[in-house]
């Protein structure tokens, strides 16, 4: 397969594919973010310490 025979919409297919992998994983990262910030809110609210919390295996 020469370079010329790969047309624009095979280029925007691999392109948007690549972007729509990085979107996802972003979006899982921050998810995961948010949910970290939710547990240490409810451990602040409970009054546990982090060491608390660990050794409970609340938090890793």
Known sequence: MS???IDKDDLQNIEN???SK???E???KKAC???RIELLKDLKDSGL???EAKDLG???
């Open 3 to 5: 370079i010329n025979s």
């Open 17 to 19: 594919s690549k972007d």
């Open 22 to 24: 990085a979107v996802k």
């Open 26 to 28: 972003e979006s899982e």
């Open 33 to 35: 973010a948010r949910r």
């Open 49 to 51: 310490t982090l060491e």
């Open 58 to 60: 609340l938090i890793d």
